[in-house]
Structures are given as C-alpha cells and as structure tokens.
C-alpha cells in the first residue's frame, strides 16, 4: 500500500483551491489537473508500506503531540519543470505552526526508521502535473485567502479506472 500523510481540507476550502486549477488550465495547452476531491497539503511521504506498517503509522499519527494549525493562506501559484511538462502548484504562505508540526512528525518517522533523510519541507498544494502552460504562470494572479483544514490523515494512493485516487486509511478530524 502507498501511503503519506497529508491536511484534508473542507469542502468549501477545496471549492476555492479548483477555482485556482480553473484559472491555470485557461492558460494551458493540456494537463492532467488534480481533481477537487483529492487536493490535500502533503506532510510527507511514505511510499509502499505492509500493513503492519501502516498499523504503525497509524498509531504514530494518534501519538502526535502538536496539532496543525487550523487554517492556511493561499496567496501564490508556481510551477517547476519535471522533464518537458510543468507542474503546478499553490503556495502556502509562512506559517510556523505547519512547519513546526512537519518537523515533528518528520523527525518521529525517522526515529521509526521510515524515513532516512530529511528533505527541506516547502509546502504547496498540487494542481496540476504534466501540465503545458501557453502564458507564464505569473499571469495567474491571487488574491491571498485562507483554507480552513479538515483532518490530519494518513493517505493511501492508488490507481482506480486508470485514475489517481487519494483515500484516507485513518483521519483525525481537526
């Protein structure tokens, strides 16, 4: 099972995030856009696990002292390029307590021997992925607002009709 954990966001936060992936693909050739129901906020990645893996990640998660913080800001989109195709994303603003809370749950997964090494975090919201922009992203311009979370999950990816699905396997509702 491929697994991560991410912040879920409410309904109405994910509403605004597709109005952000509605003004990137009028400026795009093609892409494969990331569909309202999966939009999360990644912590960090796991990748396969067994299930008595995923038992502990499970039990991790419930250990976690700190909590996220409520909400977010969204007042940036970019893009990087992954070989000839860009993917895009919304930037988060500074927020000390997500960090804070990545860095922690970062550092007790490595301690588990999950992960090995430690990435800088920077967090972003993905929108879309192989995505071929006609203008610069740049002239996606926002206006900054907040994203309320839903839960603290641990995420299962997974294919389903040829397609990426994101479920949760174990969510604390924030």
């Known amino acids: 099972m491929r697994v991560f954990y991410a ?3 409410h309904a109405k936060s994910k509403e605004r995030i597709a109005g952000l992936i509605d003004d990137i693909e009028k400026i795009s050739d093609k892409g494969r856009f990331v569909p309202q129901r999966n939009l999360h906020l990644t912590l960090q990645f796991i990748g396969e696990s067994s299930l008595s893996q995923v038992e502990t990640l499970i039990n991790l998660m419930h250990e976690q002292m700190m909590s996220p913080p409520d909400l977010l800001t969204i007042s940036f989109v970019s893009s990087f390029r992954k070989r000839n195709n860009d ?5 988060i603003d500074e927020n000390k307590r ?3 809370f990545q860095r922690k749950l970062s550092s007790d997964l490595n301690s588990c021997h999950f992960i090995s090494e430690s990435i800088k975090y920077i967090p972003h919201i993905t ?3 192989e995505v071929i922009l006609n203008q610069p992203i ?3 311009k926002v206006n900054p ?3 309320e979370i839903e839960s603290f999950s641990l995420m299962e990816s997974k294919r389903s009709n040829d397609k990426l699905v994101y479920e949760p396997v174990e969510s604390i509702i924030l």
Do not use: E, K, M, P
């Not at 993917?87 to 930037?91: L, N, P, Q």
């Open 7 to 9: 912040l879920t966001f």
């Open 87 to 91: 993917i895009v994303w919304a930037g």
């Open 98 to 100: 997500l960090v804070d």
């Open 127 to 129: 929108l879309g992925r």
């Open 138 to 140: 740049s002239d996606v």
């Open 145 to 147: 607002f907040q994203v």
